[in-house]
């Protein structure tokens, strides 16, 4: 890293002037306008996107060209705190002194009745139904830390603990969809917990794969990489005599990984771990794994995460490609479908195929809207739509318009 480069600004600068970019070169290159470098290289704040963009062209890992901003230099206010409130409750109790907890839910002790419960919010959470799940996985999580303090001791203990690891696995899913990262890990740092505590080594590999999406989400992306690589070695199965939830939480590992590295500006790194990944889907065949909350992996995930892959680094020819190869493939999980769309619509953008790009996201807002409004790369795509767009604004383009607040 240059020296002196505090800031990332200051690293960005340092960076160009080190490969011999003036600032105009520099955009040019990362395929940026020139206003987008002259505003980072000041100070302004920038998406993970970009500063990618910025580390192809100057051949360095994304990493190293930012970092974050310390938390006293922007404003911050209360208005998420009320929507989130069942979430810290559950999550975040209030303890003693002597480490009793203040809960207010009445206790669930019926663990089968607790785990249908589970079972129809994972369903609600694929089905798109977001409020249904936030409305009533809180309640969920403080019941079932009811259950395994109620347990202790008991031949139940240990059916407790993994059914506390899948509801936490379930809320940290859905509060890193949503962007609540700091709820997030303590849901699934305590996930990871619970399934050691109950010997279910597979459940903390699922919990560590849904905590690199966390830390990817986040552009932590070395610890991303870091953590996939170091967990799948220590759970790693012998190929010919494993299981198939085995073989897809290790496989979901390396997916991760492959993800984080992409991002990283690191894309031979991101093939090896792909290659790793295709090796768990080749010894699966026609099955794909379905238990653990990382999501369902089958041969066909890998193929998904190898067109995220090009999505990230601006390979659009690729991704459609791919997405003819997968065209009566029906993705793993509905998320994972979902997203391979995103990067679809995207790629039919690049090449200017307005018509196109606009189609996926109207069949996207039609049937996955709570998901949908979440997504960055959405409503990025739909801005490059307009601008493309020489036509009047059409229905479908307003309601589109009124979705993502543009």
Same mark, same amino acid.
């Given at each position: 890293?240059?020296?002196?480069?505090?800031?990332?600004?200051?690293?960005?600068?340092?960076?160009?002037?080190?490969?011999?970019?003036?600032?105009?070169?520099?955009?040019?290159?990362?395929?940026?306008?020139?206003?987008?470098?002259?505003?980072?290289?000041?100070?302004?704040?920038?998406?993970?996107?970009?500063?990618?963009?910025?580390?192809?062209?100057?051949?360095?890992?994304?990493?190293?060209?930012?970092?974050?901003?310390?938390?006293?230099?922007?404003?911050?206010?209360?208005?998420?705190?009320?929507?989130?409130?069942?979430?810290?409750?559950?999550?975040?109790?209030?303890?003693?002194?002597?480490?009793?907890?203040?809960?207010?839910?009445?206790?669930?002790?019926?663990?089968?009745?607790?785990?249908?419960?589970?079972?129809?919010?994972?369903?609600?959470?694929?089905?798109?139904?977001?409020?249904?799940?936030?409305?009533?996985?809180?309640?969920?999580?403080?019941?079932?830390?009811?259950?395994?303090?109620?347990?202790?001791?008991?031949?139940?203990?240990?059916?407790?603990?993994?059914?506390?690891?899948?509801?936490?696995?379930?809320?940290?899913?859905?509060?890193?969809?949503?962007?609540?990262?700091?709820?997030?890990?303590?849901?699934?740092?305590?996930?990871?917990?619970?399934?050691?505590?109950?010997?279910?080594?597979?459940?903390?590999?699922?919990?560590?794969?849904?905590?690199?999406?966390?830390?990817?989400?986040?552009?932590?992306?070395?610890?991303?990489?870091?953590?996939?690589?170091?967990?799948?070695?220590?759970?790693?199965?012998?190929?010919?005599?494993?299981?198939?939830?085995?073989?897809?939480?290790?496989?979901?590992?390396?997916?991760?990984?492959? /993800?984080? &590295?992409?991002?990283?500006?690191?894309?031979?790194? $991101? =093939?090896?771990? +792909? %290659?790793?990944? !295709?090796? @768990?889907?080749?010894?699966?065949?026609?099955?794909?794994?379905?238990?653990?909350?990382?999501?369902?992996?089958?041969?066909?995930?890998?193929?998904?995460?190898?067109?995220?892959?090009?999505?990230?680094?601006?390979?659009?020819?690729?991704?459609?490609?791919?997405?003819?190869?997968?065209?009566?493939?029906?993705?793993?999980?509905?998320?994972?479908?979902?997203?391979?769309?995103?990067?679809?619509?995207?790629?039919?953008?690049?090449?200017?195929?307005?018509?196109? /790009?606009? &189609?996926?996201?109207?069949?996207?807002?039609?049937? $996955? =809207?709570?998901? +949908? %409004?979440?997504? !960055?790369? @959405?409503?990025?795509?739909?801005?490059?739509?307009?601008?493309?767009?020489?036509?009047?604004?059409?229905?479908?383009?307003?309601?589109?318009?009124?979705?993502?607040?543009?």
């Amino acid at each position: 890293m240059p020296q002196n480069a505090d800031t990332p600004a200051d690293r960005l600068r340092e960076w160009r002037r080190r490969r011999g970019f003036t600032q105009e070169q520099l955009a040019e290159q990362a395929g940026l306008s020139l206003a987008v470098v002259k505003k980072l290289e000041r100070g302004g704040a920038g998406r993970l996107e970009t500063y990618h963009a910025l580390a192809r062209a100057l051949r360095v890992r994304t990493s190293q060209l930012f970092d974050a901003q310390p938390p006293h230099t922007k404003r911050h206010d209360d208005s998420g705190n009320l929507a989130l409130m069942g979430f810290r409750r559950a999550l975040v109790p209030p303890v003693t002194a002597g480490g009793r907890r203040l809960d207010t839910v009445e206790p669930d002790l019926d663990l089968a009745q607790m785990a249908r419960t589970a079972t129809s919010l994972n369903g609600a959470y694929h089905r798109d139904d977001y409020a249904t799940v936030a409305e009533l996985l809180p309640h969920l999580a403080s019941s079932a830390q009811l259950a395994v303090d109620h347990y202790t001791g008991e031949a139940e203990h240990s059916r407790a603990l993994r059914l506390r690891s899948d509801v936490l696995q379930q809320a940290g899913r859905y509060l890193t969809q949503v962007r609540v990262y700091d709820l997030a890990h303590l849901a699934l740092r305590d996930a990871r917990r619970d399934s050691m505590s109950a010997g279910d080594v597979l459940g903390a590999g699922s919990a560590v794969s849904l905590q690199a999406w966390t830390l990817i989400r986040e552009g932590r992306l070395d610890e991303a990489e870091r953590l996939t690589v170091a967990s799948a070695e220590e759970i790693e199965p012998r190929i010919s005599q494993a299981t198939t939830e085995a073989l897809g939480v290790w496989g979901k590992l390396w997916l991760k990984g492959s /993800a984080a &590295a992409a991002r990283n500006n690191r894309p031979e790194v $991101a =093939r090896e771990m +792909l %290659r790793m990944a !295709r090796t @768990a889907g080749a010894a699966m065949g026609n099955r794909s794994s379905k238990r653990y909350k990382c999501g369902s992996f089958a041969a066909s995930s890998v193929v998904i995460q190898a067109a995220e892959n090009y999505a990230v680094t601006n390979q659009p020819r690729r991704v459609l490609g791919l997405a003819e190869r997968m065209r009566n493939v029906q993705a793993a999980t509905t998320n994972t479908g979902h997203r391979h769309q995103l990067d679809i619509a995207w790629a039919h953008l690049q090449l200017r195929e307005t018509a196109e /790009a606009e &189609a996926v996201l109207a069949g996207l807002h039609s049937g $996955a =809207r709570d998901w +949908l %409004r979440h997504q !960055r790369m @959405a409503r990025d795509t739909f801005h490059g739509i307009l601008r493309g767009s020489r036509q009047r604004v059409s229905k479908r383009q307003r309601e589109l318009a009124k979705f993502f607040d543009v």
